[in-house]
């Protein structure tokens, strides 16, 4: 019962806005309700008046009567129930934005740790079952107790004694609710985790299918499918079994009570005390009793099994963000392109060593410095550090000298622009991946930055142009064009601070070769921070930093740090030696 309430007072403020139209709902079923009790006393009457005397005349008035009550609650009962599923609806669609819009503002680890399957089952049957609860739940409980108690009144006012006697062993109902629910919960709860694990063995799976037809995994990802569905089956039986039990045992006491009803009608009916139309709609009442009473019951293990939905969503809902927006931000201002970082450490969440050590460092305007180092060294960790992924545990990052913390967030990754390690494609036109870079970007704008990135040609190329539609893992393009239309974007972006990890990642030396060109375009008059393990570029950078086991090691120029004889000479000793001469752009690959 607590992790119903909770439950509540997290998610019904979602229904802000909505409540008026429950209201209506409400109405709608009570007038039902309210129909269906006038059709069965016209039944009665019926029986008594027209059926039991066999008179035609008597037929026709409470005949019309049923009819025009019936057509009426049709009515109001088609309009309800739309309304009912328009609220869902509505409720759904809102509950999944907000969960959205938390997600996409969570921290990088938030991913790495939760599989991505299991979090697009939260975001779906998690959510409606959400909506089960507070949406059909409410609609549904109300519902359901308004019908029992027009349908008691009813009862009560035909035969008070018949109907106060049939009324103790509605009990029963509640009572095998409850004894069912904590059971129904746990079979509910494995099926959602399992329904995430499928989603995310399949997901990682048809991710992976090169692996697994490179390496004959078949059997391998049919078992890992295989463990995950037998985990799902046992969790469903379970709770259909579970609720299947319920339901039977449910209708034998249901027949306990109609018969019971029958029996007493009986002997009142021979000892003279009640009409045959009397019976027949008592027994109605009470034969439509018991569904509400046994609703309510159906309800409770509804809202017990959707609390592990709930649980699951406030899992996301209760994780922070690593970074928010300055309760007093700065005033935006043209951005020249000073990057300084000063004593900067950092751990990630739960990791029990730092990543990062007092690293200190400056990058002026038009600056290229070279973020290099042994893998693992914390070199992707500054860049999540310099677009505020995260916020140092120590030290301070600034840009022109303002502290990143009182930078607005979004001001900041418009002056920021990242060129990430794996080409990220939106699944889109041509046109819309580059223009993304800035949004309302023109046709000749993005053309100019498509020219600028050696990606004009191959785009005009294509059978439909800039409106080729291309999306993530795409074969019409190839690894080094996909970069160059991430380079494009990223010129179009016209940031005065670039960040570029492992632009040459992945390539081949000859569409490594292509990239250069764009990338130095795209470097020139930008203050950019490259991390690589390629030292080709290592010349032309302004400063080289060499990382380490999260500490800033050695800093120089390529020419002072090769001269010194240390880990930076040692790196580029060892890309010279292990690929090729470095001095040549497919020379970018070593290492
Ligand atoms: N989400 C995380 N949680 C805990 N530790 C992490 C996380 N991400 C990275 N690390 C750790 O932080 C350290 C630095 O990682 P980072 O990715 O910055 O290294 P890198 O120098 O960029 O490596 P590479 O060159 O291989 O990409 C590593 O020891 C890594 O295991």
Known sequence: MREVREAFRRFWPLTRGDRKWLLAIIACVVVSALAETASILLFAHLTDT??????????????GAWLAVAALGALVGYFGNSLATWTAERFVLRLRAKVFRHVQDLPPHFFQRHRQGDLVERLTGDVEAIEQMVVSGVVGTVSAAFSAVFYSCAALWLRWDLALATFVLAPLFLLAARRFAGRVR????????????ITSVVEESLGNVVLTQAYNRHRDEEQRLDREARAWMKASVRGARLSEMYEQFVEVVETICVLAVIGLGVWEISAGRMTLGQLLAFAAFI????????????????LTA?????????????????????????????????????????????????SLHDVTFTAAPGELVLVTGPSGAGKSTLAKLLLRFYDPSSGVLCLDGVPLTDVPLAFLRENIALLPQETLILHGTVRENIACGRPGATQEEVERAAAAAAAHTFVTELPDGYDTVIAPGTAALSGGQLKRIAIARAILRAAPVLILDEPTAGLDAVAARRVVQPLR?????????????????????DRILVVDGGRLVEAGTHDELVGRGGTYARLAGAGQQEVRPAATPAGLLSV
């Open 186 to 197: 746990s079979a509910s709860q494995d099926e959602r985790v399992a329904d995430g694990a």
């Open 521 to 541: 375009h795209l470097m020139s008059g930008r203050t950019t921070i490259m991390i690589t393990h390629d030292l080709s570029l290592a010349p032309d950078a």
């Open 287 to 302: 034969g439509y009793l018991y569904p509400p009473v046994r609703n309510l019951g159906q309800l409770g293990l509804t």
């Open 50 to 63: 027209a059926l039991k005397a066999g008179s035609l005349a008597a037929f026709w008035g409470p005949a």
């Open 306 to 354: 959707a609390t592990a939905g709930a649980q699951r969503l406030g899992e996301i809902l209760d994780a922070e963000p690593a970074v928010t927006d300055p309760a007093e931000p700065v005033r935006e201002w043209p951005v020249r392109g000073w990057v300084s970082v000063h004593g900067a450490s950092f751990g990630y969440p739960g990791a029990d060593r730092a």
